[in-house]
């Protein structure tokens, strides 16, 4: 495993979300057929699983991989004679990639941060939970999940498999919601690919 290699970093981040996204369980899937019986859900989108220490764990690992791809970046963009601080400026510059680092310091240093952050907003992550979606694609248009919808009889309407996912919030340091997770995902991912490309920096 070369950690200094741009490709394998990526198609680790890419493992990293796929593992956060999982085929549903039987043990899922009777606890699911159980809520359906205890309540009703005729109004309700999607069917929330109490938070997990496994959730967590899913979560600061896409953010940690999501981060950490910096540093090949920056010692990539030096072997082409360039300055490293063209990463570090296209980072400041991106409003995803500041939460997103910021998030990744403050699980490895504390929360809040005592050194300078760069986004500002001493990001946290909120609301971690466990849901159960039906899953077209990793992400829709606008970063969010396609959650499982039911009928009026309080039947699930299943259009495809059954999976679950992990949802939560990205909120400011007075609770103000500034992304949902899968949207810090999708728009990090499409920063780091566009400078990647800018910059030649794949190969």
Do not use: C
């Amino acid at each position: 495993m070369d950690l200094n290699n741009v490709n394998d970093r990526l198609n680790r981040i890419y493992s990293a979300i796929d593992i956060m996204e999982k085929s549903s369980t039987q043990e899922d899937i009777i606890y699911l057929n159980s809520e359906i019986k205890e309540q009703n859900y005729r109004n309700r989108t999607e069917i929330k699983i109490k938070q997990n220490v496994d959730s967590e764990v899913y979560v600061n690992s896409v953010i940690d991989h999501l981060a950490h791809i910096k540093d090949p970046l920056k010692a990539k963009i030096e072997s082409i004679k360039l300055n490293k601080k063209i990463i570090e400026d296209e980072i400041n510059n991106s409003y995803a990639l500041k939460i997103l680092i910021d998030l990744s310091n403050s699980a490895k240093h504390g929360y809040p941060l005592t050194k300078p952050e760069r986004s500002g907003l001493s990001p946290k992550i909120d609301n971690i939970e466990k849901v159960f979606a039906v899953k077209k694609s990793n992400f829709d248009a606008d970063g969010g999940i396609d959650f499982l919808k039911f009928n009026d009889e309080r039947k699930p309407i299943i259009s495809d498999k059954i999976n679950t996912t992990v949802f939560a919030l990205i909120k400011d340091r007075n609770n103000n919601q500034l992304m949902t997770l899968n949207q810090l995902i999708k728009q990090s991912l499409n920063e780091w690919e566009r400078i990647i490309n800018k910059y030649n920096l794949k190969l």
